[in-house]
Every structure is written in structure tokens, then in C-alpha cells.
């Protein structure tokens, strides 16, 4: 991939507000879970339902032999990033259907 595709992709991962409001919910929602020792008390329940649509897509993959091995934390990281990917592409393609369009001038 050259830097132009790489540079577009975090653009659209980080760099626009729908983006930057769904990763700080997801990182509100980990920090319990970061925080505590222990895993009482349903501290992962929310981190799970932040990022529920890409993970039931991941742990489909995960039964495939070779994959049983992925770590909770990279499930968890990998899924926000792919949903905060997928809502920066739809506010940027919401914010072109929305933006006005410059007038034609009329011909006389």
C-alpha cells in the first residue's frame, strides 16, 4: 500500500468526529475492565456491547482452525478500529451528499 491509501485510512479511523466520539466511548467503556484486577462484576459487558457488530464477524473466524488462539485484547482493539473505519467512511459520505453544490450559472 502506498502512503496516499495508508494516509486516507487513518483519516477516516481518527481524523473526523464521528470517529474520535465512538473510540472515546470504547475507551470509557474498557477502562473498567483495564483498571480492575479482577474480571467480576461484568466489567467487559460494555466494551463488548460497544463493539459487538464486528466481533461476532471475528469470533466466526476465530473457530477456524488456527485462530483459536487470538488474544481478547486484540479482538476488542481490531473490532473498534474496523467500526470507527466504517462510521468515518459513512460521515464522509454523508457530509458529500449533504454538502450545497455550487450553481450552474444560467446561459442567456
Known amino acids: 500500500m502506498n502512503s496516499r491509501r495508508l494516509r486516507s485510512i487513518a483519516r477516516l479511523t481518527f481524523g473526523?468526529?464521528?470517529?474520535?466520539?465512538?473510540?472515546?466511548?470504547?475507551?470509557?467503556?474498557?477502562?473498567?475492565?483495564?483498571?480492575?484486577?479482577?474480571?467480576?462484576?461484568g466489567s467487559n459487558e460494555w466494551l463488548l456491547f460497544s463493539v459487538t457488530q464486528?466481533?461476532?464477524?471475528?469470533?466466526?473466524?476465530?473457530?477456524?482452525p488456527g485462530f483459536e488462539a487470538i488474544p481478547?485484547?486484540?479482538?476488542?482493539?481490531?473490532?473498534?478500529?474496523?467500526?470507527?473505519?466504517?462510521?468515518?467512511?459513512?460521515?464522509?459520505?454523508?457530509?458529500?451528499?449533504f454538502q450545497p453544490h455550487p450553481r450552474q450559472p444560467r446561459g442567456e
Open 16 to 41: 473526523n468526529p464521528a470517529s474520535l466520539i465512538y473510540l472515546a466511548l470504547v475507551a470509557v467503556a474498557a477502562a473498567p475492565a483495564l483498571l480492575s484486577r479482577s474480571y467480576e462484576g
Open 54 to 64: 464486528p466481533t461476532l464477524s471475528v469470533l466466526w473466524v476465530s473457530d477456524i
Open 72 to 97: 481478547s485484547w486484540f479482538l476488542y482493539t481490531s473490532c473498534a478500529l474496523i467500526q470507527s473505519l466504517c462510521l468515518g467512511a459513512l460521515f464522509q459520505c454523508m457530509r458529500a451528499c
